[in-house]
């Protein structure tokens, strides 16, 4: 028997970045794995997109923003028990638009979060953050 390790799942992820430094956190919708965990918003690369593209058509699909600005931060690989994904995220400083729930999902504007469950996968990017947000 052979195990063969498939190659991770390519997600573009986002971090809305207000002025004062707040982000902006969304809860995973029902129905899908992890459902009521907060994350920063994104999703799948399809077949035939790029990360970036993948980034923006996710932002107007869940939350009904066009992002104008968006700088790479990090990429980072988590292996869940349903999949294991390579998160490419991203700094978005300027959008157009009011983030609105278009799949019905909880968000909201965090300065220091104060929302759980996190998402595996961000509780590591959350230090980092504040690190970036609240250099010493």
Same mark, same amino acid.
């Given at each position: 028997?052979?195990?063969?390790?498939?190659?991770?799942?390519?997600?573009?992820?986002?971090?809305? *970045?207000? =002025?004062? @430094?707040?982000?902006? %956190?969304?809860?995973? $919708?029902?129905?899908?794995?992890?459902?009521? /965990?907060?994350?920063?918003?994104?999703?799948?690369?399809?077949?035939?997109?790029?990360?970036?593209?993948?980034?923006?058509?996710?932002? *107007?699909? =869940?939350? @009904?923003?066009?992002? %104008?600005?968006?700088? $790479?931060?990090?990429?980072?690989?988590?292996? /869940?028990?349903?999949?294991?994904?390579?998160?490419?995220?991203?700094?978005?400083?300027?959008?157009?638009?009011?983030?609105?729930?278009?799949?019905?999902?909880?968000?909201?504007?965090?300065?220091?979060?104060?929302?759980?469950?996190?998402?595996?996968?961000?509780?590591?990017?959350?230090?980092?953050?504040?690190?970036?947000?609240?250099?010493?």
């Amino acid at each position: 028997m052979t195990s063969e390790k498939k190659a991770p799942i390519d997600v573009a992820v986002g971090i809305l *970045m207000k =002025e004062n @430094g707040d982000v902006l %956190l969304a809860q995973r $919708p029902a129905g899908k794995p992890y459902e009521g /965990y907060w994350e920063f918003p994104g999703g799948k690369v399809e077949t035939g997109e790029t990360v970036e593209e993948a980034l923006k058509r996710e932002f *107007m699909e =869940e939350l @009904g923003i066009t992002v %104008l600005n968006k700088d $790479p931060w990090c990429c980072v690989e988590h292996v /869940y028990p349903h999949a294991h994904v390579r998160l490419h995220f991203f700094i978005i400083r300027r959008w157009a638009g009011y983030p609105q729930s278009r799949e019905s999902q909880s968000f909201g504007w965090q300065g220091a979060i104060h929302v759980e469950p996190l998402l595996p996968a961000t509780i590591p990017l959350i230090r980092w953050l504040d690190a970036l947000r609240y250099p010493r």
